[in-house]
């Protein structure tokens, strides 16, 4: 007999998977406000930087990119770290829970992000810094064997009521 104490010791998310929501979560809200800051004008670099991006010429793509990208997709992976939404294709394929796969490539994502920032804009930020750390975060954490075990793919088992009959 187990008490409810004992499931809910059970449930509870290691510390590196707790890390991992929360710098999900950090990195969802704050790239969707700077990114629809972007969009609407509230909050744009100046329009001179532009010269040195290729391919761009206003600041809509880069905040839709950081707004929809990196903020709403960090939200969903945050999401679906806590909640465990299925999507057993890419189970299948990489063994993990596909909110796994996705925190490494907004890791990813993130650090070629602030790459190309380092790269294009003429002024450093500490910002930069931050978010840095943020992609960084989100890429390496995921590799550690507490958050690989937390975010396994969990095999299905065949439905009772079928395997009796």
């Known amino acids: 007999m187990t008490l409810a104490a004992d499931r809910v010791v059970e449930r509870r998310s290691p510390l590196t998977v707790r890390i991992v929501e929360w710098t999900l979560m950090f990195l ?5 406000a700077g990114g629809f800051a ?6 744009v670099p100046p329009v001179g930087w532009l010269d040195a991006i290729p391919l761009v010429d206003n600041w809509l793509v880069p905040g839709l990119v950081l707004g929809i990208g990196f903020g709403f997709g960090s ?9 465990r939404w299925e999507w057993p294709w890419v189970e299948r394929l990489t063994g993990h829970h596909w909110s796994w796969i996705a925190t490494i490539l907004i890791g990813l994502g993130q650090m070629v992000w602030i790459g190309l920032e380092l790269a294009f804009l003429p002024e450093l930020s500490a910002l ?14 995921p590799f550690l064997p507490s958050v ?7 095999p299905k088992r065949p ?3 079928w395997t009796q009959r």
């Open 28 to 32: 969802g809200v704050t790239a969707t």
């Open 38 to 43: 972007m969009i609407v004008g509230i909050l």
């Open 128 to 141: 930069q810094v931050v978010y840095g750390l943020v992609g960084t975060a989100l890429f390496l954490v």
């Open 75 to 83: 939200l969903v992976v945050f999401t679906a770290v806590m909640r």
């Open 159 to 161: 439905n009772a009521s």
């Open 148 to 154: 690989r075990q937390h975010l396994r793919a969990v």
